[in-house]
Nanobody, 117 residues
Framework: QVQLVESGGGLVQPGGSLRLSCAAS????????MAWYRQAPGKQRELVAT???????NYADSVKGRFTISRDNAKNTVYLQMDSLKPEDTAVYYC???????????WGQGTQVTVSS
C-alpha cells in the first residue's frame, strides 16, 4: 500500500508564496506519473501540474508561470512551489502518483491552501 503525506498548506495573502511537499512511502525513482491536483469548494477536482520520471513537466493554463512542480527522488518527495498566489488558487491540494500503467493510482489526504487578505 502506497502512502502519500502532503504538507505545507496554510493561509497566505494574495501575491504570496507557499511550497507544498508530498512524501511517498515508496521509492519514486522510476514512477512516471506524479501530479498535483486541487479541488475548490463546489468544484470538480482539477489537474494542476504533472512531472515525469525524466523531469518533464506540464501545467494547467491557470497556473503556468506561477507554479513549479519538482521532485527529489532521494527523498521520495514531490514539491509544488506556488508563487504570486491569487484568491482563486484557494483549494485543497492533493498529491497523486501511479506506480505503473498496471497498478491503481494513489492519493494523499490533501492540504488546504487559502489565499485571502
Amino acid at each position: 500500500q502506497v502512502q502519500l503525506v502532503e504538507s505545507g498548506g496554510g493561509l497566505v495573502q494574495p501575491g504570496g508564496s507557499l511550497r507544498l511537499s508530498c512524501a511517498a512511502s515508496v521509492s519514486i525513482f522510476s514512477i512516471n506519473a506524479m501530479a498535483w491536483y486541487r479541488q475548490a469548494p463546489g468544484k470538480q477536482r482539477e489537474l494542476v501540474a504533472t512531472i515525469t520520471s525524466g523531469g518533464s513537466t506540464n501545467y494547467a493554463d491557470s497556473v503556468k508561470g506561477r507554479f513549479t512542480i519538482s521532485r527529489d527522488n532521494a527523498k521520495n518527495t514531490v514539491y509544488l512551489q506556488m508563487d504570486s498566489l491569487k484568491p482563486e488558487d484557494t483549494a485543497v491540494y492533493y498529491c497523486y502518483l501511479r506506480p505503473s500503467a498496471y497498478q491503481p493510482g494513489y492519493w494523499g489526504q490533501g492540504t488546504q491552501v487559502t489565499v485571502s487578505s
